[in-house]
């Protein structure tokens, strides 16, 4: 199967950098702003420290490295098969296990349906929104416009428990507008799971843009400004 990229950008944010707050994006201008998922981080704070005092620091970093380590091959393997590239040998260059390449070859099924790639891996960042990120994918799922998340996960999740995942590409879909004036109504977020079938979740940006507000608004103030 071929992928068609319709169109081409650089990044607009132009420089990273990671503070004890979480990633900086900083645009042409001289203008940082912190990443979606670092203000998002806020809705998970809590739950993740008692987490990790729950299992102990040493187990806690043994399963966050694993899980982020196959999250980095999966999303590679992805990205390259969207680009039309060779994926055998990208598996090799990331030390795919078997198992990765079991989960990416079942993940590949709902791949499928994506057309007219916008753009990939790319920095953006919002005025309005006072934050930034890099878009995993934004192009047409069976036909609709999309932000595009990938996701990895070892089970099933259930849709309230990532209303996170919908609220940073609700953000990732009002940055891409303001920089390039191309609406994106609908996000997708697509998680290869161990063991499992690959989960789709399709929702209407526009849905999850109140909470999102809330949550900057908590991110930046420590409460909630916007109703």
Request: charged share 30%; glycine share 4%.
């Amino acid at each position: 199967m071929m992928f068609e990229t319709i169109y081409e950008y650089e990044d607009f944010a132009q420089s990273t950098t990671s503070e004890d707050g979480g990633r900086v994006y900083v645009n042409a201008s001289g203008t940082a702003y912190p990443s979606a998922t670092t203000v998002l981080g806020v809705l998970s704070r809590d739950s993740i420290a008692a987490w990790r005092k729950r299992v102990g620091e040493e187990e806690a970093n043994k399963i966050s490295n694993k899980a982020s380590t196959r999250g980095t091959k999966i999303h590679t393997l992805t990205e390259t098969y969207l680009k039309n590239e060779n994926v055998s040998d990208k598996i090799d260059e990331v030390k795919a296990s078997m198992l990765d390449v079991e989960m990416f070859n079942k993940f590949k099924t709902i791949l499928e349906p994506i057309s007219n790639i916008h753009c990939q891996e790319l920095a953006l960042y919002s005025d309005h929104l006072r934050m930034a990120g890099r878009v995993d994918c934004i192009a047409e799922y069976h036909g609709k416009r999309a932000v595009i998340d990938f996701k990895t996960s070892n089970k099933a999740k259930s849709r309230s428990y990532i209303e996170s995942y919908f609220m940073q590409t609700a953000a990732y879909a009002i940055m891409y507008e303001e920089r390039t004036g191309i609406p994106v109504p609908w996000l997708v977020i697509l998680i290869a799971v161990e063991d499992d079938a690959p989960q789709v979740f399709i929702e209407k940006r526009d849905d999850w843009v109140k909470k999102l507000l809330r949550t900057r608004d908590y991110y930046e103030n420590g409460y909630y400004t916007s109703e």
